[in-house]
């Protein structure tokens, strides 16, 4: 591999979605268990044999991505998990030997895993996470980083049979290039004695820009130094392995890792939808009475600051009563929805525009005038009133009208929202009450 790090490329071919499994396993109460419980909480429809030349049969139909096979089945004939090695499935296999020698034979097979038999639902909720784990690690992508061609190959090895993408870095200083060039890895894997760059100094570097938690990083090592270990995990490495290590341990480790970065990752997600949340409204995506709250303080501010003054326009939809009655709430959504979009439109990047509740809304406009402000709010009714409201199918087609109130902050009451609130809303009722389809603004 050459060492400019844009021609590193990423190994994906062997990564797959799994959409078939074949489940080898001579106990019926088990197989059944194991079938209803993936198509359960997967989707995935999945086959079952109790024996080799019935689990032969069926792959000579269907080209499974995954078997799930008992090591000691009724017809064994000794070499069945290098048949389905050889046919280029993944396989986990399930044991009852429980001995260092069935271990250390499993632990050297290219397969994805291997489990004890113990109990059923110990076994159950194994097989489910470590498919979901499959399936998540296709979107994975990890960076090995060691000067050693082979110890390369090795480990990308075993992290094709765990379904995930990998990219080889040959020294320090092509990982971090690559890395500040922000290819995105999920992982990354490193010696940290190689020639060209100290393996703590790639890990400071890269926690100048990723927390342990956005990209964790997997440290080798060939000294047991206690001292280095301590060093390597101060650095900002999330674990440590010694040279040699053992590959069942290398995995296990691994995927820890990858699993906790998902886990932050959608904690993150779940926080920010949260956060988004408790300040939009959930139909039209405006801002709702919390966000208001929360920026009008900041408006009010700088109006006092550069002696300027800010606007609040009230909206509702005429007869909106009438159009849910007539037509359905969802036609009604549909409605509040269409205004909505006009109003997102219509505003400036500065004004805050929200739902207030049911078929009213607010626009809160910054640095402005009653006369900007009173043909900003008549150019919206015109849009309104001009726009047809349909629904997909198009056989229901109407127009509606919005009446709108307007008010002005001054020195008095510039620090005081409600009040210029209360104001614009008393003359939105003067609009609705003197025939609608009209903007007031005194």
Known sequence: ????????????????????????????????????????KLGIVSDIATHEVQAKELMEKTPYDLAIVDLNLPD?????????IRKKMGVIIITASNNDDVRKKLTSLPIIDYLYKTDKNSIVNYVIKSIQRLQKNKDAIVGICDDSKLIRRQIGQLLSHQNIQYVEF??????????????????????????????????????????????????????????????????????????????????????????????????????????????????????NRNYFHSVVKQIQS????????????????????????????????????????????????????????????????PNTSMQELSNFANRIRKLVEQRDISTKDGLINFKVTISLGVALSNKTNVSNAENIINEADDRLYKAKNSGRNKVVYE
């Open 1 to 40: 591999m050459s060492n400019n790090s844009t021609n590193a490329i990423i190994h994906h071919e062997h990564c797959k979605d799994i959409r078939n499994i074949l489940i080898i396993e001579d106990s019926l109460s088990l197989v059944r268990t194991l079938k209803e419980s993936i198509i359960d």
């Open 76 to 84: 064994s004939s000794g070499n069945f998990i290098g048949y389905l």
């Open 170 to 287: 040959e020294n320090e200083k092509v990982a971090n290039e690559y890395i500040k060039e922000k290819k995105t890895i999920d992982l990354l894997i490193t010696d940290i004695n190689t020639p060209k760059m100290s393996g703590l100094d790639l890990i400071r570097k890269i926690r100048q820009e990723y927390s342990a938690e956005k990209l964790p990083i997997l440290s080798f090592s060939s000294s047991g130094n206690p001292i280095l270990v301590a060093q390597i995990l101060k650095s900002g490495a999330n674990d440590y392995l010694s040279k040699p290590t053992n590959n069942e341990e290398f995995l296990t480790r691994l995927n820890i890792s990858l699993d906790n970065s998902r886990l932050h990752s959608a904690n993150e997600e779940l926080i920010l939808k949260l956060q988004e949340s408790s300040v939009k409204d959930f139909l039209t995506t405006l801002h």
């Open 302 to 365: 700088q109006a006092q600051r550069e002696n300027t003054n800010y606007g609040i326009i009230m909206i509702d939809i005429d007869f909106f009563k009438k159009v849910n009655d007539n037509y359905g709430h969802d036609v009604g959504d549909a409605t509040i929805k269409e205004i909505s979009n006009i109003l997102k439109r219509s505003a400036r990047n500065s004004d805050v525009v929200c739902r207030w509740g049911g078929e009213e809304f607010l626009i809160l406009v």
